[in-house]
Nanobody
Framework: VQLVESGGGLVQPGGSLRLSCAAS????????MSWYRRAPGKERELVAP????????NYAESVKGRFTISRDNAKNMVYLQSNSLKPEDTAVYYC?????????WGQGTQVTVSS
């Protein structure tokens, strides 16, 4: 089982990033997927989950209206489009896949929002 995030980096406030997560080794289309983040000195935060079919999404209040989660079950990919980025969005972003007792995590990708 692998979840590999990419797309992080340094961006100025107001900028955009598209995070990607490539999944392998499990039946991706059966799993709900989520993006989490952990900022320095803070607890891990659920940013956005998406249902296995992609028809249901949700967002943390802190990112609502700025971030969009999506998935492509044909490619085993999940994405997080992040717009109007703020310094407080700085964190390591993690991809998660969950189905019942099965709970998989990627290694994370760093997003830094700074001028």
């Amino acid at each position: 089982v692998q979840l590999v995030e990419s797309g992080g980096g340094l961006v100025q406030p107001g900028g955009s990033l598209r995070l990607s997560c490539a999944a392998s080794g499990f039946t991706f289309s059966a799993f709900a997927m989520s993006w989490y983040r952990r900022a320095p000195g803070k607890e891990r935060e659920l940013v956005a989950p998406i249902s296995n079919g992609g028809g249901s999404t949700n967002y943390a209040e802190s990112v609502k209206g700025r971030f969009t989660i999506s998935r492509d079950n044909a490619k085993n990919m999940v994405y997080l489009q992040s717009n109007s980025l703020k310094p407080e969005d700085t964190a390591v972003y993690y991809c998660n896949g969950r189905l019942g007792f099965f709970d998989y995590w990627g290694q994370g990708t760093q997003v830094t929002v700074s001028s």
